[in-house]
Nanobody
Framework: QVQLVESGGGLVQAGGSLRLSCTGS????????MGWFRQAPGKEREFVVS????????FYGDSVKGRFTISGDNAKNTVYLQMNSLKPEDTAVYYC??????????????????WGQGTQVTVSS
């Protein structure tokens, strides 16, 4: 059984920062790529960023470029999402996802095998 557990969400004022974490576990856990997506009420799930373990390559969604940074700790099966200069429009539930192998482009939710339960990020104006 593979589990992804997110942490670090919360309430922050506009311009502030938060750091999210996502840790994978389970006897069969093996990840090719980790991704973060977010979903605001009434909107579709939106791609935020991805991290490919081999080589550490990253790919950012346009709305977060220059403000968010993803990093990974292979020994801990953990990725971190540092979010700076937060805006009210960043308010959403943030989901961590893992792809066990290459299934297609980073930004498509269907190309990930496993998902976390989500963590709420609220940015007040």
């Amino acid at each position: 059984q593979v589990q992804l557990v997110e942490s670090g969400g919360g309430l922050v004022q506009a311009g502030g920062s938060l750091r999210l974490s996502c840790t994978g576990s389970g006897r069969t856990f093996s990840s090719y790529r980790m991704g973060w997506f977010r979903q605001a009420p009434g909107k579709e799930r939106e791609f935020v960023v991805s991290f490919t373990w081999s080589g550490g390559s990253t790919f950012y969604g346009d709305s977060v470029k220059g403000r968010f940074t993803i990093s990974g700790d292979n020994a801990k099966n953990t990725v971190y999402l540092q979010m700076n200069s937060l805006k009210p429009e960043d308010t959403a539930v943030y989901y961590c996802a893992s792809a066990s192998r290459y299934l297609g482009p980073d930004y498509i939710p269907g190309n990930y095998d496993y998902w976390g339960q989500g963590t709420q990020v609220t940015v007040s104006s």
